[in-house]
C-alpha cells in the first residue's frame, strides 16, 4: 500500500513479513480467516506443491455457475502450517483475504466476511482472482455476505461498486487525534479527519 500517495496515513500498515496476519487481523479469528494467492499454471508445476500443500475440490454450485466464472481446484495450506518452498513474487497475480466483520446494520445470519489485503499486481488480475475465491469461501466457511471497508479519500468507492458489485450502506468519519474511535489502533497516524464507507454484497449476485 502506497501510505503517502493520498496524504493520510503516516504509518505502515504491516510492519513486517512476522507479523503479517496479524496486522490483517487474522489473529482474532484464525480458523476462519483465509487468504488466497492467484498465481501462474507454471508454480503448480513443481513436485514440492504437493508436499507443502493440500489439494482439495469443491463440488459444482448451480447458484454461481450464473454469477461467476471460476475454478473448482484450490490449494490448502493451513496459517499454523511450515511452507516448506518459497514462492516467489513474480507468479503471484493478486491477493485477497478474508476474514469474519461485525457491524450493527449486518445482522450474524447474514455470515458476513470482510475483504482484505486485495491487491493486483496486473491489469485484471484483482476482478480475476476475486471471483476465483467465492466458491470455495461459500463452501468451506459457509459466507453469504461479503463487506468491503475503504477509505473515501482513497476514490475506491466506484471501483468496489462498478467492478466488484458491492453497494454502499454506511459512512464512518474517523477522527485523525481519536482513531481508537473508529477501531482503528493507535499506531495509525492520520494527517486529517476523513470517512470511512463500507460496502457490502451476496456473495453471489
Known amino acids: 500500500m502506497q501510505t503517502n500517495k493520498y496524504n493520510l496515513i503516516l504509518n505502515t500498515r504491516i510492519k513486517g513479513p512476522d507479523v503479517f496476519f496479524r496486522d490483517l487481523g487474522f489473529n482474532k479469528n484464525q480458523d476462519k480467516s483465509v487468504l488466497y494467492l492467484l498465481v501462474t499454471d507454471e508454480f503448480f508445476n513443481s513436485p514440492e506443491v504437493n508436499a507443502s500443500f493440500e489439494k482439495i475440490q469443491i463440488p459444482k454450485n448451480p447458484v454461481a455457475e450464473n454469477c461467476i466464472s471460476y475454478s473448482t481446484n484450490y490449494y490448502l495450506m493451513n496459517f499454523g502450517s511450515p511452507l516448506d518452498i518459497e514462492i516467489p513474487l513474480n507468479i503471484v497475480l493478486s491477493t485477497i483475504g478474508f476474514k469474519p466483520f461485525k457491524h450493527e446494520q ?60 458491492f453497494k454502499e450502506f454506511d459512512r464512518t468519519m474517523v477522527y485523525k487525534d481519536r482513531p481508537k474511535e473508529s477501531g482503528f489502533g493507535q499506531e495509525f497516524v492520520f494527517t486529517r479527519d476523513f470517512e470511512v464507507a463500507t460496502l457490502k454484497r451476496p456473495i453471489f449476485v
Open 106 to 165: 449486518v445482522k450474524e445470519e447474514d455470515k458476513a466476511f470482510e475483504l482484505t489485503s486485495y491487491t493486483s499486481f496486473g491489469k485484471g488480475y484483482g476482478i480475476l482472482g476475486f471471483n476465483q475465491t467465492l466458491l470455495h469461501l461459500n463452501y468451506f466457511l459457509n459466507c453469504e455476505t461479503l463487506i468491503a471497508e475503504c477509505f473515501v479519500p482513497h476514490n475506491l468507492v466506484g471501483y468496489y461498486e462498478s467492478k466488484l458489485g
